[in-house]
């Protein structure tokens, strides 16, 4: 069952994915040479509180942290610790959550620690945000979610091959329905898989569809191990990879991006797309 908001709840939504931009402004600012994950993770606890939201990662089927910090070939869920120390020259993704009011935030951004990156990393991650912003955009009254799945993956494979040789959608994870709960369904592929069948999957989407789009893109494999912590997901091929994500909201309006501090306006202006007003102003 696909749960569909009223306007009211979207505005809770609106106001939990603000928390989520500011966990981002704070923790992106802060990610710099010599910061461990868990200093990240401290910063965006005291961004939670002082905005008097709770966290949704932390106790999250057992998750230490407030946020999840996966670095270089860490594709996702990396638990902020003392010994991760960020280096000059490392990626990181920082997905970030809160709740506030019983409504979910949920979001992602990639961040270059120091300088000096490889060109190719940079397309790596504009490649993987741009792709969620197409993904965004295909969120339509009346449009099936296969077609936001098969945005995000048109956008990766129109664009020229890394000298990695392709770039690799993982696909053990994706984008999901959110909240009540940080996770509902449905499930959204970052591809368009013809063997599976869609079913419960494709729902049409119809005002008041809230899903999180988070394509996980790396310089190499789509496949993907969990460690033994149960928790931190790799790359198998030791590829770097990227992450980004954002949670949107279709209204009578249209889209209106739930943890963007703009709502989303100017990018989906770029595209074309007129975005829905912010019930918060
Ligand atoms: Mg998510």
Not at 29 to 45: F, H, R, W, Y
Not at 97 to 112: K, N, P
Not at 180 to 201: A, I, K, Q, T, W
Request: some cysteine.
């Amino acid at each position: 069952m696909v749960e569909i908001k009223t306007p009211e709840q979207i505005a809770k939504m609106r106001a939990a994915g603000l928390v989520v931009a500011a966990m981002h402004e704070a923790c992106a600012e802060a990610a710099q040479p010599g910061v461990s994950t868990k200093e990240l993770d401290e910063i965006a606890a005291k961004v939670l509180a002082d905005h008097g939201a709770k966290p949704n990662f932390l106790g999250y089927g057992g998750f230490p942290g407030n946020i999840c910090t996966s670095v270089n070939d860490v594709v996702v869920h990396g638990i902020p610790d003392r010994e991760t120390v960020l280096r000059n020259g490392d990626m990181i993704s920082i997905d970030a959550g809160a709740i506030v009011d019983g409504w979910h935030g949920d979001a992602a951004i990639t961040v270059f620690v120091g300088s000096g990156h490889a060109p190719e990393l940079l397309e790596l991650s504009r490649v993987t945000e741009e792709s969620m912003w197409a993904g965004i955009a295909a969120v339509r009254k009346g449009a099936r979610l296969v077609e936001v799945s098969k945005a995000i993956e048109g956008y990766i494979r129109r664009q020229p091959r890394p000298a990695s040789g392709r770039y690799g959608i993982v696909e053990d994870y994706g984008g999901h329905g959110i909240g009540s709960e940080m996770h509902m369904d449905p499930h959204l592929l970052n591809y368009v898989d013809p063997r599976r069948r869609l079913g419960r999957n494709n729902p049409k989407l119809v005002p008041g569809f809230c899903i999180a789009i988070e394509p996980m893109v790396s310089l190499g494999t789509p496949k993907t191990h969990v460690l033994e912590d149960e928790w931190t997901v790799k790359t198998d091929d030791g590829s770097w990879s990227s992450h980004w994500e954002h949670s949107v909201a279709l209204t009578e309006q249209g889209p209106l991006v739930l943890t963007a501090p703009d709502g989303g306006k100017a990018k989906l202006a770029e595209l074309g797309v007129e975005t829905a007003p912010d019930p918060l102003g």
